[in-house]
Structures are given as C-alpha cells and as structure tokens.
C-alpha cells in the first residue's frame, strides 16, 4: 500500500459522530499491525505462518506440546517488548475523550490499547502478558524462577500458560456479555482491523447493524462481514482513524 497523501471522511458519518452518545470500536491485529506486530491471517508474516492459529493457541495444542507453545508465546511477548502503540491506537484513545460513552471491544492480546491511554477496553481474548496454571486456572503474577519450559504453577504444580482465550476454549461470560449490550445499544459500530472470522467476536459485527446502528469497517482489505457496513475504508487504520478524530474535532454544529 503505498503512503497514502489524503482519506476523504464523509460529512455524513462525521455529522452522525457528532450526534451520538455511544459509540463502540471492535478491533483485531490488524490495529496493531503498523505497531509492527504480526497479524494472524494472511499476510507474509502472520504469526502462524508455520501453524495454523487453530493448530497451535488450543488447549489440545498445550496438552500434546506444551514446550512448543509455551516458546511461541514467549516469543510473542519478546517482540511485544519492543513495539509501542500507533496513531491508530492513539487516535482511539481520543475518541474515548470526545465521545460521551466509547468502548473498545478488542480480540488483540497485546495491551496495547492501554498502553495508547484507552481506559474503557474489553479484552475479550484476555492478555498475553498475564499468566495462569493450566489445570485450576489459578492466577500466577510472578513468573516462578525455573529452568523448567514451562514453568510449573508454585500452587498445584501444573504447566503454567498464558492466561488468553485459545480456541475451543469459553471466553470470559460477563465480558462477551458487556459486549453484546454496549453493541445492540450503540449508534455507531466501527469494525477495526480483523478479518471477522473468529467467534463470537464475529458475530458483534452484524448484531450491531441488525440493532440499527451506522457500522463503519476499517480494513484494507475485504473482510468476512463486509457486507455490514454503511462506510467502508480501505485503509490501514493508523491512517484513517487520526483523519477521523481531526475531522470530529474539527467540525462545528450539529
Ligand atoms: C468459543 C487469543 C465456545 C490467543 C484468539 C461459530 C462459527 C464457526 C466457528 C466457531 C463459532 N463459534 C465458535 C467457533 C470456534 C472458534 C472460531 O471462531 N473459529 C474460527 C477460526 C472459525 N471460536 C472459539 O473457539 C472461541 N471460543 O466460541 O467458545 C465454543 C467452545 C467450544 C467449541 C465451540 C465453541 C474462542 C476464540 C478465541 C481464540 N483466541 N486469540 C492468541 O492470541 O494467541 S483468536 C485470534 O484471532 C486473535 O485474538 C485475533 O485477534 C483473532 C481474530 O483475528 P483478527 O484479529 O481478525 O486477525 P487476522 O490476522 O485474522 O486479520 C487481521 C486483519 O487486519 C486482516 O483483515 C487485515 O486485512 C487487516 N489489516 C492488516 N493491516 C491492517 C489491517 N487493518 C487495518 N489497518 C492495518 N494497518
């Protein structure tokens, strides 16, 4: 994608912008991949170029080898030392600011969300950063010094592992159902960066246009759910998402 000079932003959606009180922006890797972290799907360095995502951040995975996945997160989090959140983070934190109730609803692990100064988020995948056992689930903050991969949970003694949402595995109750809510009772629904094929994550995308609200997709490419959109740009979000807040900031009246 070459640089792009200039994103056109409809006066339609930022007169809508302007007129709504709640607002909800679901994202996916692909809001973090100007940050330089690898996406899932597609393109040449997908993190699961050598696996399949659904081969490798399963419970099944885990069990047969617990070594592999285990180095494939510390990897993960290795590389997410070095990378900061983008304007695309940032221009959503500000959104946060200038909308009266704006909440992210996000698949990524990354934190980074946080990190750019969003305070309302849902991780609905959870945090790569935070670790818990594999057999009781119970919490472990400080990794325990051991040259064991992985380490073992000081409490019961089972492999300690990531604490995020693999698949086949049930996400966190009351977060996918704080997030159905805020989604059937938004104005506007942005779809950030993910190629809208894991579930129920998925599925917030046309919940929300079937509850009535203007459904904006940000992706360069196509996606599974781009027929739910109202606006479509196909840009990478670091760039348009700051055209949007100027143009919010910007605009007067009604
Ligand atoms: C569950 C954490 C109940 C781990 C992840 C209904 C139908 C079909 C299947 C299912 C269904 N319900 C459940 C399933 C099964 C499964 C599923 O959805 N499978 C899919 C693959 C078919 N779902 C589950 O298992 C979920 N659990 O439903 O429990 C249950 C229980 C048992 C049996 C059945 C049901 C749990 C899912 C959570 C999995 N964990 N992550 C980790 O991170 O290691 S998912 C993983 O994928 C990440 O979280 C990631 O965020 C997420 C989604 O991917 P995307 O974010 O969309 O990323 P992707 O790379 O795919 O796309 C990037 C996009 O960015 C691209 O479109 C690209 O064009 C775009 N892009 C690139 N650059 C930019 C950009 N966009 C903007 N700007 C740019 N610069």
Redesign the pocket.
Known sequence: MSDVEFIEIPEGLIRILKNSKKVVALT????S??SGVA?????KD?LFSKYK??EI?TPEAFRKNPGLVWEW?EMRRKKLKEVKPNP?HYALAKMEKIIDDFYIIT???DGLHRQAGSEKVIEL??N?MNNKCFQNNHHIGELPLSDEVPPKCPICGSYIRPD????????DPDKIALAEKLTEQCEVFFS???????????GLIPLAKECGATVVE????Q?EKSYCPDYIFRY???KVLPYIVEKLLNSTGS
């Open positions: 996916g890797a692909g809001v991949a100007e996406v899932f799907r597609g393109a997908a995502p659904e951040a997160y695309g698949q990524n692990v995948h959870g790569i995020v949402v693999w698949f086949g595995e049930y996400l950030i960066g993910t190629s809208s094929v894991v579930y129920p994550a998925a940000i992706n360069p490419e996606t990478p979000s670091g």
